[in-house]
């Protein structure tokens, strides 16, 4: 479609190569199907002799049936389930998760696949990537929540900022 579009010599030798396509694809159909009819035919004449003939077109048969061969999928396929935002927090970072009692009425109003996604999706400057973040202390600054952990690969300082709205 995007070959009739565009006007260019390409896209007109596009254009002509898909309908070209087209047209072997029907003449091979119309072949096949001629050639069906043929053994058929012949099938019925030969009815009642030689076992061997019978033999030979049950083969020819058998080659024009179309093969169902089993298709490959196109793409990249992930054989494990991931976690959104990178690798999820270490059982440590877990244990070492403190806030101030208004900073968690605030981490608590937060539905939990959303906390995940914001503890494993944090800057480290160190590692020039985002990563997580583990060892995690939070407060309430200017209306915002602040947390301050460290980067879950390589241990350096990070932090997140979480606004109210």
């Not at 309908?19 to 199907?33: D, G, P, Y």
């Not at 990249?76 to 101030?100: D, R």
Request: charged share 25%.
């Amino acid at each position: 479609m995007a070959a009739s579009v565009i006007n260019s010599p390409r896209a007109i030798e596009a254009s002509i190569f898909v309908v070209r396509a087209f047209v072997r694809l029907r003449k091979m159909v119309e072949t096949h199907a001629e050639l069906f009819q043929k053994v058929g035919e012949l099938e019925n004449r030969l009815e009642g002799h030689d076992q061997q003939i019978q033999t030979i077109l049950e083969t020819i048969r058998q080659l024009m049936a179309p093969t169902e061969a089993k298709k490959k999928k196109i793409g990249f396929t992930v054989k494990e389930k991931q976690k959104a935002y990178g690798k999820s927090i270490p059982k440590a970072a877990h244990v070492e998760f403190s806030l101030t009692p208004h900073a968690q009425e605030i981490w608590d109003a937060i539905p939990g696949d959303i906390q995940m996604k914001l503890l494993n999706n944090v800057w480290c400057r160190t590692c020039s990537d985002v990563t997580g973040i583990g060892s995690v202390k939070g407060k309430i600054e200017k209306g915002m929540l602040i947390l301050k952990g460290i980067c879950t690969r390589c241990g350096n300082p990070v932090a997140r900022v979480i606004e109210n709205e």
